[in-house]
């Protein structure tokens, strides 16, 4: 199943791999869309709910940077709903969270 890429690193074919079987402790994503966004949707197998359900923490982190704020929209995005923790890039960003029930699990570590 895995496929050895260097003496330490793995690469894994998505398909084969049995999250159901495996069950990491950590999965880390970056797309927050699930099913809301056609144009950037992933397989529906790696939603974040679906994901959820093998994993002990579900960690997201946006593939993007922004001028520091976050649009009210983009606040109430799928991952949201599932995730354990969200990295974001400031406390100006996660100030956008503000009263969401999520509030406590958005950390501002910067963007990676």
Not at 41 to 66: C, G, M, R
Not at 69 to 88: G, K, N, R
């Amino acid at each position: 199943m895995k496929e050895n890429c260097s003496r330490q690193i793995f690469r894994l074919h998505p398909i084969r791999y049995n999250l159901q079987e495996e069950r990491p402790d950590v999965i880390y994503v970056h797309n927050p869309y699930d099913d809301s966004n056609y144009v950037t949707s992933v397989h529906p197998s790696f939603y974040s709910a679906e994901l959820k359900k093998y994993t002990k923490k579900l960690i997201y982190v946006p593939y993007y940077v922004t001028t520091g704020e976050i649009s009210p929209e983009h606040t109430i995005l799928p991952v949201y709903f599932h995730m354990d923790y969200a990295i974001v890039q400031g406390e100006r960003f996660k100030r956008g969270f503000k009263g969401l029930p999520y509030e406590d699990k958005i950390i501002p570590l910067g963007s990676p």
